[in-house]
């Protein structure tokens, strides 16, 4: 293995910098325009980079490969699509598979009598998820929790938590937003919406991602749904993340038996192609009904090779049961690393639930190194989080048994 980043993987990164805005070309912990590793090729849960070395990814890219890079049937679907229709006419013309698309997604949500507003990206589906909130009631205010990251695109950047994102663009952002600590005494929820009577919605993630693999206290979700249904507040659970198995469960809500009003998904739903969605309640979404233009949308909604990849991907969802292997492996990570607090003095603490799975260090400079010296033994780990030192697990759903051994085995071995 060639230390990476590898000469071709620097070469590179020196010609990146010279192209790309430094704010898109970053390493975790932000360190703009520095030599990472690129990749070349992926396949299940391995990575190949330019350099020839190959990773165990318990990133899943960013969880959008849950079904595994470049699965058989998510590639062959897309092949497919591709050598019929590559692109329609968005807002104005629809296709065959958009429609198939949005029957699966009704008939899967955790949504009463629900209707599909498809995203072009997670964010760009937390946006229509506020607009069709403040369409339905006719109120601009936001409850959103901390920590918590919806995207960085105007509406859900100004619900999402880390001020460092959303400083710079204060003076854009939504004044109305209201925010609380994520998993805080439903009393205090019940308090808030009591004072700010401009409140439309809520948005939770029904596990914090992103900001820190962090589950809520049994019963949470469920007491805040409760809350809310009793003041006329439209709950939005913010999936894109958690959806589609990470869990454990089809969707998070699915633990608590909540149903919300809005559901935002992503990521996993591609298998790797770029396809989101909010799902709301038949009721709520007819908000949007108005003579003209399309008020949200975008050139390449439901594009449809994108879809196709959605369908063949919640379909192996499906049929390999992949949510319930999330559970059986999740366990079996979460019994082994509940060990990890007391055999190593470098963890704080472990957390999550299914195949999501933060580890707390007790830096940011120990959470970073960790994360250096995973990728030197060929593990992809994300360091990070609201607090910057949570390292998180969140693999394939579909990794071998042997594969996930063998890389808590390196996080080990470097924790050593």
Not at 128 to 138: E, Y
Not at 141 to 168: I, K, M, N, Q, W
């Amino acid at each position: 293995m060639v230390p990476p980043p590898g000469p071709r993987a620097r070469a590179l990164s020196r010609d990146l910098g010279r192209f790309e805005a430094p704010g898109i070309n970053t390493l975790p912990g932000g360190e703009a325009g520095a030599a990472a590793i690129l990749w070349r090729e992926a396949r299940g849960a391995n990575v190949l980079d330019v350099d020839g070395n190959r990773y165990v990814d318990l990133t899943a890219g960013f969880g959008a490969a849950a079904v595994g890079h470049r699965h058989p049937r998510v590639v062959a679907a897309a092949r497919r699509q591709a050598g019929e229709l590559v692109h329609g006419l968005g807002d104005v013309h629809a296709h065959p598979v958009r429609v198939e698309l949005a029957s699966r997604l009704c008939a899967l949500a955790p949504v009463d009598d629900p209707r599909v507003y498809f995203a072009i990206s997670g964010a760009d589906a937390v946006e229509i998820a506020l607009k069709t909130a403040l369409l339905s009631t006719g109120r601009p205010g936001v409850l959103a929790f901390d920590p918590g990251y919806h995207g960085l695109t105007a509406g859900a950047l100004a619900v999402s938590s880390r001020p460092a994102f959303r400083e710079p663009f204060a003076a854009q952002l939504n004044p109305h937003v209201r925010r609380l600590p994520f998993g805080c005494p439903p009393a205090e929820v019940e308090r808030l919406l009591a004072n700010h009577e401009d409140v439309g919605c809520a948005i939770v993630e029904p596990v914090v991602g992103r900001e820190g693999s962090l589950p809520p206290p049994a019963g949470w979700l469920a007491a805040l749904a409760g809350v809310c249904r009793a003041r006329r507040v439209l709950l939005v659970a913010d999936e894109i993340y958690t959806g589609f198995g990470r869990t454990g469960r089809r969707f998070a809500v699915d633990h608590e038996g909540v149903r919300p009003d809005l559901l935002c998904c992503g990521k996993a739903l591609g298998g790797g192609y770029p396809v989101a969605a909010a799902i709301g309640r038949r009721d709520v979404m007819a908000a949007w009904e108005a003579p003209g233009e399309a008020r949200h949308t975008a050139t390449f909604v439901a594009h449809p090779v994108a879809c196709a990849a959605a369908l063949a991907t919640l379909e192996l969802l499906e049929e390999e049961g992949l949510a319930g292997r999330a559970a059986r492996l999740g366990s079996e990570v979460e019994e082994r690393l509940s060990a990890w607090p007391e055999r190593f003095g470098a963890v704080a603490g472990v957390r999550g639930v299914g195949l999501l799975r933060g580890v707390e260090m007790g830096s940011r400079a120990a959470a970073a190194g960790l994360a250096a010296e995973c990728l030197r033994r060929g593990v992809l780990v994300l360091a990070g989080g609201a607090s910057g030192r949570v390292v998180q697990v969140a693999p394939p759903l579909t990794i071998a048994r042997r594969q996930l051994d063998a890389a808590l085995g390196v996080i080990e071995a470097a924790l050593g």
